[in-house]
């Protein structure tokens, strides 16, 4: 997995972004180390053919896939004031709180903050 600031660096633009962005999805994939069930490949890239045959998970888009990257054992809270407010997640002991324009988004950056940590 990647290091500490990498991960805070990409929560950081998580948080920032103003929507899905496919681009981040990836970034993350990169920095967790994400690979589909079976498929074993170096560190660091994703070979093309893995993303358009399996297709990484639309962390940013999807709240399903968002709560794919809540580290074990944390437990974790989602709010969204139905566009009147930033949604916002909490992780943790509530020392993980992060706020962004969808509810994928501020989980994404909440779960990417809580693996910083050491949260996996």
């Known amino acids: 997995m990647a290091g ?7 929560a950081e633009r998580v948080e920032a972004a103003g929507a899905p962005d496919r681009n981040l999805d990836e970034e993350i994939a990169v920095a967790i180390l994400w690979r589909p069930s079976g498929v074993c490949e170096a560190a660091g890239t994703i070979p093309w053919w893995l993303t358009a045959s399996f297709g990484i998970p639309d962390y940013t888009a ?29 992780l943790g002991d509530d020392s993980i709180i992060c706020t962004a324009t969808t509810p994928a988004l501020a989980l994404t950056a909440a779960c990417l903050r809580a693996r910083a940590r050491g949260g996996r």
């Open 62 to 90: 999807s709240l399903d896939a968002a709560m794919k990257l809540v580290p074990g054992g944390w437990h974790w809270t989602v709010t969204d004031y139905q566009g009147a407010a930033p949604a916002r997640a909490i």
């Open 4 to 10: 500490a600031d990498t991960l805070l660096a990409l």
